[in-house]
Nanobody, 131 residues
């Protein structure tokens, strides 16, 4: 059974940093598209940062480029999101997600057509940034 467990969220002031972690079990994510989504109250879910299968490349949303860094430690089955220069707009629930192996993503990570059911999800960790 696949399990994803996030940690590292919290409350910080604007300009501060946090590092989120996501440990996976029952699944080896290194060969699949993995990443982080976030959802703020009243807003749509947003893909924040992703690592392509095999770690060959990364994708970042424009809103976090230059401030967030995604990485993974395959030996520990752990995905990280280093978040620097945090802004109040970064306040959201952050979710770790990995590609469902039964779904072919092709060359995109994440593909624009992918829906909720095409991923495995963690329970989320709250990030709150105060001004």
């Amino acid at each position: 059974q696949v399990q994803l467990v996030e940690s590292g969220g919290g409350s910080v002031q604007a300009g501060g940093s946090l590092r989120l972690s996501c440990v996976s079990s029952g699944y080896t994510p290194s060969g699949y598209c993995v990443g982080w989504f976030r959802r703020a109250p009243g807003k749509e879910r947003e893909g924040v940062a992703f690592i392509f299968p095999g770690g060959s490349s990364t994708y970042y949303a424009d809103s976090v480029k230059g401030r967030f860094t995604i990485s993974q430690d395959n030996a520990k089955n752990t995905l990280y999101l280093q978040m620097n220069s945090l802004k109040p707009d970064d306040t959201a629930m952050y979710y770790c997600a990995t590609q469902n192996p039964s779904v072919w993503f092709g060359s995109r990570c994440p593909p624009t057509w992918a829906r909720y059911e095409h991923y495995y999800w963690g329970q989320g960790t709250q990030v709150t940034v105060s001004s």
